[in-house]
């Protein structure tokens, strides 16, 4: 079965880094198109990144565009997002997702980032 496991969130002081990673299986992951979303508490889920399947292809969010760095290792079946001069704002649970088409679309469980001095 799918599965997309994140790891790499904690906490962080503002201006800091973090680099979180999913690590997928279940698919031919060299195949999908990636996407990191986040959702801080009381507000909607939101993209944040997404990647083609060759790693060209890069999309993000204006709120992390020159900050964040969406990247993937096909042979590791691993997607990751490098996440730099972190924000307060940028506090949230991460999720990674990906879009099998035919309306099959997999969550990972998430993982949390806390910005706080």
């Known amino acids: 079965q799918v599965q997309l496991v994140e790891s790499g969130g904690g906490l962080v002081q503002p201006g800091g880094s973090l680099r979180l990673s999913c690590l997928a299986s279940?698919?031919?992951?060299?195949?999908?198109?990636m996407t990191w979303y986040r959702q801080a508490p009381g507000k909607r889920r939101e993209l944040v990144a997404s990647?083609?399947?060759?790693?060209?292809?890069?999309d993000y969010a204006d709120f992390v565009k020159g900050r964040f760095t969406i990247s993937r290792d096909n042979a590791k079946n691993t997607v990751y997002l490098q996440m730099n001069s972190l924000k307060f704002e940028d506090a949230a649970v991460y999720y990674c997702?990906?879009?099998?088409?035919?309306?099959?679309?997999?969550w990972g469980q998430g993982t949390q980032v806390r910005v706080s001095s």
């Open positions: 990647i083609g399947t060759a790693g060209r292809n890069t």
């Open positions: 279940g698919f031919t992951f060299k195949n999908y198109a």
């Open positions: 997702n990906v879009w099998l088409g035919a309306g099959n679309e997999y």
